[in-house]
């Protein structure tokens, strides 16, 4: 009998930084919906040491802190979908056994054209995937709408002022380098598209917390995808928040804006079609790709989602489906 295992974030450097995203456990949620069971946690910096019976697992996830600890022990049997590989490491992650690594495993599913071309241009057989999180809307339903509108981390980036204050050589850099600026492109890209009584009752998150376990990992992630799919409509910077929304049905809208480095910036191909978005360019300029009736948004204003996205969904069901042998289901 076949034996399973998911990606969690335990241990290591998560728990001495005492910070976790709860965007990852919102990744391995998706993958876990086609598990029979979860025989093991096996954390994502740690997969080089895993060392009990043969697990089969999906393998999406980001791409990775140590990319020393990388290939994953043969006791893993993967399946390589939604991988993204951030450009902060492929200097150091494309050693020969990781290269031959891939190419046994191929061909490899990528959650961006970026992963993908850097694949294919060591000699893997790519493909783009999208993200496994867009397969969320097969396990969590819809059924009812709440009157919550929910704002997360709003060109996170760019950070709060209360956050810049807790961290005096980050706020001194933006200052020198112009960028304190968003702090007020921020509040007045909200200001142009959204009322006062949308920007007054809405729900504010933060989709970083304090370190959790594997299990509170899950638990707080389904509490958030439940809460997610009952929302009037969402508003985000986060691709792990405005992802699920779509695969739900949520209304969501992406704020894409105060992303100024490479190594965000190359999350995002591929992904960004998907959404209704504002962009927000270097300048403070914005605009949107979607319509809306009236001057701005307000609390019953009708939103609708693209569905650009539903092939690469049911190709991924399709997929895990395969590979584990069952239906989805938590």
């Given at each position: 009998?076949?034996?399973?295992g998911?990606?969690?974030?335990e241990?290591?450097?998560?728990?001495?930084?005492?910070l976790?995203?709860?965007?990852?456990?919102?990744?391995?949620?998706?993958?876990?919906?086609?598990?029979?069971?979860?025989?093991e946690?096996i954390?994502?910096?740690?997969?080089?040491?895993?060392?009990?019976?043969?697990?089969?697992?999906?393998?999406?996830?980001?791409?990775?802190?140590?990319?020393?600890?990388?290939?994953?022990?043969?006791?893993?049997?993967?399946?390589?979908?939604?991988?993204?590989?951030?450009?902060?490491?492929?200097d150091?992650?494309?050693?020969?056994?990781?290269?031959?690594?891939?190419?046994a495993?191929?061909p490899?599913?990528?959650?961006?054209?970026?992963?993908r071309?850097?694949?294919?241009?060591?000699?893997?057989?790519?493909?783009?995937?999208g993200?496994?999180?867009?397969?969320?809307?097969?396990t969590?339903k819809?059924?009812?709408?709440?009157?919550?509108?929910i704002?997360?981390?709003?060109?996170?980036?760019?950070?709060?002022?209360k956050?810049?204050?807790?961290?005096?050589?980050?706020?001194?850099?933006?200052?020198?380098?112009?960028?304190?600026?968003?702090?007020?492109?921020r509040?007045?890209?909200?200001?142009?598209y959204?009322?006062?009584?949308?920007?007054?009752?809405?729900?504010y998150?933060d989709?970083?917390?304090?370190?959790?376990?594997?299990d509170?990992?899950f638990?707080?992630?389904?509490?958030y995808?439940?809460?997610?799919?009952?929302?009037?409509f969402?508003v985000?910077?986060?691709?792990?928040?405005?992802?699920?929304?779509?695969?739900?049905?949520t209304?969501?809208?992406?704020?894409?804006?105060?992303?100024?480095t490479?190594v965000?910036?190359?999350?995002f191909?591929?992904?960004?079609?998907?959404?209704?978005r504002?962009?927000?360019?270097?300048?403070?300029?914005?605009?949107?790709?979607f319509?809306?009736n009236g001057?701005?948004?307000?609390?019953?204003?009708?939103?609708?989602?693209?569905?650009?996205?539903?092939?690469?969904?049911?190709?991924?069901?399709?997929?895990?489906?395969q590979?584990?042998g069952?239906?989805?289901?938590?």
């Amino acid at each position: 009998m076949s034996k399973f295992g998911v990606i969690v974030y335990e241990g290591g450097e998560f728990e001495k930084a005492n910070l976790l995203n709860l965007g990852d456990y919102v990744q391995s949620t998706a993958a876990k919906q086609f598990l029979p069971r979860v025989d093991e946690y096996i954390t994502r910096e740690g997969m080089h040491l895993y060392n009990n019976d043969t697990v089969k697992m999906i393998m999406n996830a980001w791409y990775m802190a140590n990319p020393e600890n990388f290939p994953p022990s043969k006791k893993i049997d993967p399946l390589y979908v939604s991988l993204h590989l951030n450009s902060s490491i492929i200097d150091k992650i494309f050693r020969p056994e990781v290269v031959e690594h891939f190419k046994a495993h191929q061909p490899i599913g990528c959650r961006d054209n970026h992963t993908r071309d850097l694949l294919i241009s060591k000699g893997v057989d790519a493909y783009y995937s999208g993200c496994m999180t867009l397969t969320l809307g097969n396990t969590y339903k819809r059924t009812e709408v709440s009157n919550e509108v929910i704002f997360v981390d709003i060109m996170h980036d760019s950070l709060t002022l209360k956050k810049l204050l807790k961290q005096p050589l980050r706020l001194g850099k933006r200052i020198l380098t112009g960028r304190i600026k968003e702090l007020v492109v921020r509040r007045n890209i909200l200001q142009k598209y959204f009322d006062d009584e949308v920007l007054d009752n809405a729900t504010y998150i933060d989709q970083m917390v304090p370190y959790i376990n594997a299990d509170e990992g899950f638990k707080m992630a389904d509490e958030y995808l439940k809460r997610l799919a009952a929302a009037r409509f969402v508003v985000t910077s986060r691709i792990h928040t405005a992802l699920p929304c779509l695969a739900m049905g949520t209304p969501v809208i992406f704020v894409n804006g105060g992303f100024k480095t490479k190594v965000d910036k190359c999350r995002f191909d591929g992904l960004f079609d998907f959404f209704n978005r504002i962009d927000v360019d270097g300048k403070g300029e914005s605009s949107i790709n979607f319509s809306f009736n009236g001057d701005k948004i307000g609390m019953n204003t009708e939103l609708s989602n693209k569905d650009l996205h539903v092939p690469f969904a049911n190709e991924l069901i399709a997929k895990c489906k395969q590979f584990t042998g069952i239906d989805a289901k938590l």
